[in-house]
Structure formats: C-alpha cells, structure tokens
C-alpha cells in the first residue's frame, strides 16, 4: 500500500451559515469520493467559517459546530476527511481540526500558533495550544484525544500543521519530521495578498523535501465575511516536488484538487537522512483503514494558471479578487445589484468596470446558467441571456452634473456604461446646490464665494449627489459602491457624505497611482482567459482624461495632483511613512534620493510636511469609509489593519525636526551628501 490518492478542497463559505456550510463540505466530500480520494483536507474553520468574529465567544456557536460535525462524520465512509472547527476545551476555546476515518472520529489536532497581525486577532478568541501536551475532550459522551497529535492509520502517519503553524520559524513540522510523519496537512484561511501565492508555494514545497513527507495544503475561497478575499489556493507537494495546485478565485462553492502519493518515497527519503530522534515523547491516535491498492501514475506536475504565467500577474490578481468579491458579497448580502455615482474620472469608473468584468469573469468560470442561478434570488436577471443584459440589471450608473462639469467627463462615463451594458441616468444637480447656497446665504446674511468659501463650496457638490444616489439604490435594493482610492483614504481628499457614501468601498485598498495603470491595462490587455483576453474598451476616454473631482470653477483649471502632490510621490510617503511608521525626515530623505531628477527638495519639503499634516487630521474620515477589501499590507483599514488615533499631536514636533533639518540640508548641500 505505497500509494495513496490524496485531495485538497477549498471551499466557499460565509459565517454561521450552518446549512450551506455543511452541504459545501459534503458535496466536497462526495466529489472527493467520486474521484476516488482516500485522504481530503478541508480548510481550517471551515465549518463555523474563519470570520465569525467576536461571536466565536458564544457557546451556541460551538455547539451548533459539533452538530454539523457529528451530520458531515456520517458522510465519510470509506475515506479519511480532516474537517476545522472551534472547540471548547477545560473551558477555553481552540481552533482545531478533527480527524475522521471510515465515520469514526479519531481525535482533533489544535492549532499551536495563533496569527495575531495584520487583519488577524485570532489571539482575542483562541488559546494557543502547547507543544507536546495531548489530553482528552468529551464530545457526544465519548472521550477523544486533542492537542499536539499524530495520527497513525494503519500504519501511515498523518500530522498537522494549521495555517500559521507553517508561517513561524518554529513550525511543528521539524518535530512531525522527527516522529517520522509521512503526510503532514495543513488546512488553512490565510486571506488573499498580492504575490501571496508565490510565498505559499514555496514553504509547502519546501516543507515536502525538508520533512521528507507529503504536504497537503488548502484554503478558502471567495469574500467570506465582508474584508477578506481568499483565492482557493490549494496545493499538493511530495518530497520537494510540486505535483498539483487548484484554479485560484474559482466562483465555484468548493473545488477538489488531488494527486496520489507514493509513501515510499518520502519514508526513502526519510531514512536516507539522517535525523534525530524525537526529543519530547509524542502521542500516537491508532487508527485503521483499508487504503485501496492504486496502480502507478506518471509523473505529475503542477502547472501555473495562465494568468499566472503573463507579465501582468498583479493587475490580474487586483482584477480577480476584487471581482469575486463584489460577487460573493452581492450573493451573500441578497442585494439586487451595484449603484455607481459615475463621475467619468478613474475611481468611480474603475468601480463601475470592475462589476462589468465581474459578470464577464464569473462566466468563464461558472458559466451563464449557473452565473444566474447562484444570484437565484435575483429575479430579474433570470430571463438575462448574455452579459449586457444581466450588466443592464445589474449595475446602475448615475452621472450628476453641475455647471463644473465638462463634457468630456459627460462622454467618459455615458461611454463606459454603455460598452458594459451599464443602465446610464443622468441628471442636473446644479439647481439643488444653488438651494442649498441660497438658504445658507439668507441666513448668514453674506454671498458665498470662492475666494472665501473655497472648501465648503466644493463639498456641498460633492455631498448634494449622495441623497439622489443613495435614493436610486434604494428604490432597486442595490448595493451603493463608494469610489475613493487607498491615496485619498490616506489624507482625506474625499468628502464625508460626499463620494464617501456607500455600503462597500471597492477600490479603497489600492493606490490611486497604480489604479490609474491598471485601468490601461484593463482597456488594452486585459484579463487572460482560456486563450482570449477580457477587455474594457470603453474606458478609451477616461484614460485620456487628468484625475479631477470638477468641484471648482473650469477656469480654475483644478486637478488632484494639484491640490495634493503626485500621486506617485503621495504614495512613496505613504508606504515609508505609514507602512513602515518611519518619522517626516526620514520619509524626506527616502523621496530627496528616488524622486531627486523629478522635483526639487523644496517641493518634496511641502509635500511632506502636507502628508503628515493631512494623515494626522483624517483619521476620522478612515474610521467612517465603507468596508474595503483587503489586498495588501499597504491597507489603511482602521478597524483590521492601521490603527491611528483619532485625535493626536499631529506631528508637530516631528514636522519641526523635518523643517530644521531641510533648513540646515540646504546650508551644506554644495559640500555634503545625503548618506544611509
């Protein structure tokens, strides 16, 4: 019995909803079956879901866990299945996985190492468990093992890793390796970053050929909770050799990935190292299973996606996380659609593009048919028979002029929804702003100008569009897509109740300065598709236009680079200053060395000193945007990511050291240089 057919599944999954999480992992469970798989992984959590929050505090919420494990252990004759979820333990709660053989419980492995950065607070809810101990725990009135297990099934060693336990440099794997593991499991929820994937690949792979095992790695998928999208990467590696990987951002509910294993191998490779003897005693869980006899297989091989092998894997990630989602929380939340206030500038036509290629995408995924039925609660696209017909119900575009618009922003945003399928309203909005101006005016006893009344004018445009965009979304049950970008969350160039008014914020984890790129390449390119690419070819014009939110007069000719700095340079500061908390003036010596043939240290000066003034104040702003997407570990989210105080110093006395070091910078250029 050397060979064993083995499988991950990632699966799609929404907080507490215990009846489709429960038929999510049986179905996967029956596919798994039908492909004749011995040993399925499932993700870590999988049955309460990852983001449950502060409600994993609940005793219902365990309990309702242990049901649906004691209905899903009915469902695995004949296969061994690794199922996660939370339990209560001596009164404190773990994140476990439960081993199940043939319906036969085994015990439960709980998680060694608990994430507690980034998004991550798993430390709030979860107790880490401590190597080498294993106890007892009663479920059903029957005692199983839990803790720091091995598994031993019919004489092959089954272990664990749980998602973070592979992450630390320290991982459980070496001591598995000592106690002669042969397939090591690693069920996780480790949410989607840029690149991310690349990482992952790599320590699975690597753990295969250092731990001379088998490493089975799996994940979640899809926008589970509301912030954090998972890709479904799974991955099967054995003895340092990569043999499958899955489909990433599948709109599937749950897919399978599976290989065999040859156990021979990896024990080969195990006896020809030499390596220490266990060096802490280790409990083993016995257990039986009759493996079948599998016939040798060819040589296998993971390959990369096609999208993973172009040059553009960065906007093709952006692309496909944000859409799927915008998908899943269009289907979890049981909206109706998206509402856009479609300016015609980049932000909120990146919005509007990214629900277009969401339709286009999911098609090629899932297909039409079943596109409409996982929106079944949709009735009025069930009739749709292509994409622009489903676009048309789906996505609604408003475009709210006043007498600062051109028609060039006019003409951007009407050619955009219509190459999509978009509905397009269009409105004047300029009579409203003048009531507004007036009864203020009346009741101050003074005519508002621009020369004095520069802010407040720009921003009653601004926040006049929300009732009439929040009153469309309404009559249809949409969800109201906010447009800002991640570079004007950072220093609050964005009007509260203004263009900040939404349910999701979409694009508010990305920088406006890549966005700008992406779009681009959206209209050019595109995403790369079964040998076609998906394009948005109407964005032509808004790519053609300079980024202006056209709140003040046109001949004062206003742009946003001028009002704030360049984008490019915006963000540089944003990723020394707030990524890496570096101080003003060290901030100002990076920008002085990467931008010193773009500009002069005079304006990087104002620039700076502009930055830190405007982050420090615009907290609150950052504290009241619509939830965004988590993409990267550039995210300003304040309630899973960057936490600032709302109120603050301010920067003054590091703002100071900047100005007196400038000053005396300048004093001695001709003679100095700036070192590291």
């Avoid at 912030?227 to 050799?241: C, K, L, P, T």
């Avoid at 629900?355 to 009735?379: N, P, T, V, Y």
């Avoid at 309404?474 to 897509?481: C, Y």
């Amino acid at each position: 019995m050397p060979r064993i057919k083995v499988a991950a599944a990632v699966l799609n999954q929404t907080p507490m909803a215990w009846e489709s999480n429960t038929k999510n992992i049986i179905d996967a469970i029956e596919e798994a079956r039908r492909q004749q798989v011995s040993l399925l992984c499932l993700p870590e959590l999988c049955i309460t879901g990852y983001g449950c929050e502060d409600y994993f505090f609940a005793y219902d919420l365990e309990e309702q866990a242990k049901k649906c494990l004691l209905e899903i252990v009915g469902h695995t004759e004949g296969m061994i299945v690794a199922i996660g979820l939370p339990l209560r333990h001596n009164n404190r709660l773990y994140d476990v996985a439960c081993l199940v053989a043939n319906k036969r419980i085994m015990g439960f492995c709980a998680k060694q190492n608990l994430a507690n950065n980034g998004i991550h607070y798993e430390t709030r809810w979860f107790h880490p468990w401590p190597a080498g101990i294993v106890e007892k725990t009663r479920i059903d009135h029957i005692d199983y093992p839990i803790g720091d297990v091995i598994f031993d099934v019919s004489g092959v060693r089954v272990a664990f890793e749980i998602c973070e336990d592979a992450w630390v440099a320290h991982r459980p794997g070496r001591r598995h390796y000592e106690r002669g593991v042969d397939i090591m499991l690693n069920p996780s929820a480790s949410h989607f970053g840029f690149f991310k994937f690349v990482t992952r690949e790599r320590f699975v792979i690597d753990a295969s050929r250092s731990f001379g095992c088998s490493y089975i790695y799996t994940n979640m998928l899809g926008n589970e909770a509301g912030r954090a999208v998972y890709d479904g990467d799974a991955m099967i590696a054995s003895n340092g050799e990569f043999l499958q990987s899955s489909n990433r951002f599948s709109y599937e509910d749950f897919l399978i990935t599976a290989a065999v294993i040859d156990t021979e191998y990896t024990r080969l490779s195990q006896v020809q190292n030499i390596a220490d003897l266990p060096k802490d005693k280790f409990w083993k869980v016995p257990g039986t299973f009759d493996f079948p006899d599998l016939e040798p297989v060819p040589l296998q091989e993971a390959d990369l996606e096609a999208f993973e092998g172009g040059g553009a894997l960065k906007e093709e990630e952006f692309a496909r996380a944000v859409c799927l989602a915008l998908f899943d929380y269009l289907r979890k939340s049981r909206s109706q659609g998206f509402t856009v206030s479609l300016s015609g500038g980049a932000d909120s036509a990146a919005c509007v593009a990214l629900c277009g290629l969401m339709i286009r995408l999911a098609e090629e995924s899932i297909g039409l048919d079943r596109f409409k039925h996982k929106l079944g609660h949709i009735e009025k696209i069930q009739k749709c028979e292509s994409v622009e017909e489903i676009a048309k119900e789906l996505i609604h575009t408003i475009y709210q002029e006043t007498e600062n618009s051109s028609e060039a922003t006019l003409d951007s945003a009407q050619s955009l929804a219509e190459s999509i399928g978009a509905t397009f309203y269009n409105i004047d909005i300029n009579g409203l702003v003048e009531t507004y101006t007036g009864l203020i005016e009346g009741q101050i006893g003074r005519e508002l100008t621009w020369a004095q009344d520069d802010i407040a004018l720009q921003n009653i445009q601004a926040r006049v569009r929300a009732p009439s965009v929040w009153l469309l979304t309404n009559l249809t049950n949409h969800l109201l897509l906010s447009t800002s970008n991640r570079s004007e969350v950072a220093v609050g160039y964005a009007t509260m109740d203004g263009d900040t008014a939404g349910s999701i914020s979409p694009i508010a984890g990305i920088d406006k300065f890549y966005l700008r790129k992406w779009l681009v390449w959206l209209e050019n390119v595109g995403c790369h598709v079964q040998g076609k690419h998906i394009k948005i070819e109407g964005l032509q014009k808004v790519n053609s236009l300079q980024p202006t939110a056209e709140l003040r007069p046109t001949n004062r000719k206003q742009t946003d680079e001028d009002d704030l700095m360049p984008y490019e340079f915006l963000d540089a500061l944003e990723e020394s200053g707030i990524r890496d908390k570096k101080p003003p003036v060290e901030c100002y010596r990076i920008v002085l060395v990467v931008f010193k043939d773009r500009y002069t240290p005079a304006q990087m000066l104002t620039w700076t000193e502009r930055f830190f003034k405007l982050w420090s104040r615009n907290q609150w702003k950052r504290e009241r945007y619509a939830p965004s997407f988590h993409l990267d570990d550039l995210s300003l989210d304040a309630r899973t990511w960057c936490r600032f105080p709302i109120l603050s110093g301010g920067f003054e006395r590091e703002l100071q050291e900047l100005r007196d070091y400038a000053a005396e910078e300048k004093g001695i250029s001709k003679g100095r240089r700036i070192g590291f």
